[in-house]
């Protein structure tokens, strides 16, 4: 794969006649110099050079679904890495554009602000920018002499208040009573999303474990108290965490699989859709199939916005946020709490920790001043 190297600073030098600067592939290492070491140099964004970036991207995003077979992480780079190179030529076909020249630390930094315009949402932006670093961090040594343009590009940084803001008790009561008396939805469809949206109040499970949630994961405990959910976590390969659920949401789930038709099977969907129909009597969307993540999302957050909760900062990612703040609020100690959010790490646990902490000063603060 043939892509322009460029030197890093200064102009273009001419090249010593008796010392050839043709790039030629080499298998193992990609781009080298012949004749000699290479100096510090950055990608030249030719026609060439995106078109090998293109090919680059696939095997980086090959190698990492090799890594992680079950996890999400390779597509989601994969699609944002291809919006990266698409700014790239964009910028590359602007002749009165500088960056689209070179791929250095500047181009990075103007793709910063490219993204910053675009998106309002800090998580976003910040992903964005994390699959392109982590895509040029995987390319730079296949080239030796190529210098990292990400080294040094900063992304946003998020308050932890506002990345772990949770729906209030009253807030997530009110979301719950209008999931379910929501008269533009059927009987089956209101039961799905007040037993998902209980689920994930009461458990803390994200919308990717919600998706791939199935029937079979469902095992009981105590007989009649006490049962749990196998969960095939985020950038896990299979269901090998657990969450345990108690009587009212089990309860809330099963009152809506007795509506589901047909026989259930262990393997299905927990949470599946039902069947959608144009006005022209055409199936759009079969029934049984498993929830995305995206139709999770539009699920809670319209039943957000008929709650009449449109407060800064609440989002469907909210309800896991409430399940350890409600807990800790409850006086749970915090490392059970840490084990049924199943924290990697106890510093996150704390986050929650201090922000009860938080709230319980602003209470008191309060009733002192009565």
């Known amino acids: 794969m043939t892509m322009e190297l460029v030197p890093l600073t200064g102009e273009p030098q001419l090249p010593d006649r008796g010392r050839s600067t043709a790039l030629v592939p080499l298998a193992t290492t990609g781009l080298r110099r012949v004749g000699g070491e290479l100096p510090p140099v950055c990608l030249q964004l030719s026609s060439s050079t995106l078109i090998g970036l293109r090919v680059y991207l696939d095997e980086f995003a090959r190698q990492l679904t090799q890594q992680k077979p079950g996890s999400t992480t390779a597509r989601t780079y994969f699609k944002r890495g291809r919006a990266f190179i698409a700014w790239l030529e964009q910028g590359q076909r602007n002749e009165h554009n500088q960056r689209g020249r070179r791929l250095d630390h500047a181009c990075l930094e103007a793709y910063r602000g ?66 379910e008396s929501d008269s533009r939805k059927t009987e089956l469809q209101r039961a799905r999303n007040v037993a998902m949206a209980y689920l994930m109040l009461k458990t803390g499970l994200r919308t990717i474990e919600v998706s791939r949630a199935r029937i079979a994961h469902l095992q009981e405990l105590v007989p009649g108290e006490k049962w749990k959910l196998w969960v095939h976590g985020k ?34 969907p927990l949470f599946a859709t039902t069947a959608c129909i144009d006005r022209g009597g055409h199936v759009v969307t079969p029934a049984g199939l498993k929830l995305s993540t995206r139709a999770i999302h539009r699920i809670i957050t319209e039943g957000l916005l008929l709650a009449g909760v449109k407060k800064p900062g609440i989002v469907v990612h909210s309800l896991r946020h409430s399940t350890p703040t409600f807990a800790l609020l409850n006086d749970a100690n915090p490392t059970r709490v840490q084990k049924m959010m199943r924290h990697q790490h106890y ?24």
């Not at 490219?114 to 080239?143: C, E, I, M």
């Not at 510093?347 to 009565?370: C, P």
Request: hydrophobic share 40%; net charge neutral.
């Open 114 to 179: 490219f993204l910053d315009r675009r998106f309002s949402n800090l998580r976003t932006k910040n992903g964005y920018l994390t699959a392109v670093r982590q895509f040029v961090n995987w390319l730079v040594p296949l080239h030796p002499g190529l210098v990292n343009p990400a080294d040094f590009v900063q992304g946003w940084t998020c308050s932890r208040q506002h990345t772990r803001r949770h729906l209030p008790v009253e807030d997530a009561k009110a979301l719950l009573a209008a999931l």
């Open 235 to 268: 950038g896990r390969e299979s269901a090998d965490e657990s969450v345990q659920m108690l009587k009212g949401v089990y309860e809330r789930i099963q009152t809506y699989l007795v509506l589901r038709a047909g026989s259930l099977k262990g393997s299905d």
């Open 347 to 370: 510093a996150t646990t704390e986050i929650y920790v201090e922000e009860v902490q938080r709230l319980l000063e602003g209470a008191e603060d309060a009733v002192t001043q009565i």
